[in-house]
């Protein structure tokens, strides 16, 4: 089921053209992963789905309904930049957040416990390290246990110790039944915990899909490395195999690219000659490669 849809969302700031017709639907408990480059109108799309920006044209559609500030209350949001109050602890920021938002003292106790952070309760804001102080702002945007969560490139800056903690934690809500968009132009990580991607470019999207259906329309290749023996004669026949594309020797690998259908076939011909092959390495394209792929004609 579709949970948030957006139709046509059209965005200028002092006539240049933020978003152009944006369309992105993100499904119920799933993790979407919103990727574009710098400036192509993710953070403006989210602060309008968030009711920050005003919007020109478009539709936005909460299961199903248009959206309303009431229907936003059951959103989380952590911007790209997180703002708390620095001259106040960790648990006087949730303890205000949550009463904001109408809800008692217990409300920050409890997302302080959900991100077993409770250990930073009593620290002032400022003397906390970005990490921590993104830790703190998922707790916040946690108040309220809402069933839809919107991330802004919550992982960068962060060093590889909570970029982990936070995937982790996004899988943990997704288990827990949330709804979680995020944006991000890290590819791997996407890649690694999205069930599936949108990629806008210009402000207008250019794909959305699960990362594997994407993979296969654009026929990506894999790219695969061999160690077979003896090198010169093998790197000669497993060049002129049929569907290997760019072989060449690496040290003592054999490199090569190939798609889908003539994967197989290949893999099979070497393993069948009389090479003696010690080692088969498959690298999937990534997210890289897809996008490379996408907006290579407007470069
Ligand atoms: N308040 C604003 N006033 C004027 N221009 C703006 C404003 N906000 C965004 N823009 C412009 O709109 C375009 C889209 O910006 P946006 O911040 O949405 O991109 P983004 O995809 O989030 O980029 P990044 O990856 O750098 O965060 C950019 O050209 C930006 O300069
Ligand atoms: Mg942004």
Redesign the pocket.
């Known amino acids: 089921m579709v949970f948030l849809e957006v139709r046509g969302l059209c965005?200028e700031?002092?006539g240049?053209?933020?978003?152009d017709e944006l369309d992105m639907s993100v499904r119920q408990g799933e993790i979407y992963g919103f990727l574009?480059?710098?400036?192509?109108?993710?953070?403006?799309?989210?602060?309008i789905i968030m009711g920050l920006?005003e919007v020109d044209r478009g539709k936005i559609r909460l299961e199903g309904e248009p959206i309303t500030a009431d229907r936003r209350r059951d959103i989380g949001y952590l911007p790209?930049d997180v703002s708390l109050y620095e001259k106040m602890t960790v648990q006087e920021n949730l303890i205000f957040f949550s009463r904001l938002k109408g809800f008692d003292k217990d409300e920050g106790q409890r997302v302080m416990k959900a991100l077993r952070i409770e250990g930073l309760g009593d620290r002032k804001v400022e003397t906390l390290s970005k990490g921590y102080q993104q830790k703190v702002g998922l707790a916040q945007m946690l108040i309220g246990d809402p069933g839809l969560l919107i991330l802004?490139?919550p992982t960068s800056g962060l060093d590889p110790s909570v970029r982990r903690w936070l995937k982790d934690m996004m899988k943990n809500l997704k288990r827990q039944g949330k709804t979680i968009l995020f944006?991000s132009?890290v590819l791997g990580e996407v890649q690694e915990i999205c069930d599936r991607v949108g990629i806008?470019s210009k402000?207008s999207m250019l794909t959305e899909d699960v990362f594997e259906d994407l993979t296969n329309v654009l026929d990506l290749e894999d790219r695969i490395t061999v160690l077979m023996k003896p090198l010169k004669s093998s790197f000669k026949y497993v060049s002129e195999l049929e569907g290997v594309k760019r072989p060449r020797i690496e040290g003592e690998y054999i490199v090569f690219y190939c798609s889908g259908v003539h994967k197989i076939k290949a893999l099979r011909n070497i393993f069948s000659r009389d090479y003696r092959v010690l080692d088969v390495k498959l690298h999937e394209p990534d997210l890289e490669e897809v996008f490379v792929k996408l907006t290579e004609d407007d470069r």
């Open positions: 965005k700031f002092n240049i053209q933020a978003l574009g480059p710098n400036g192509a109108g993710k953070t403006t799309t989210l602060r920006v790209e802004d490139e944006s132009h806008i402000g």
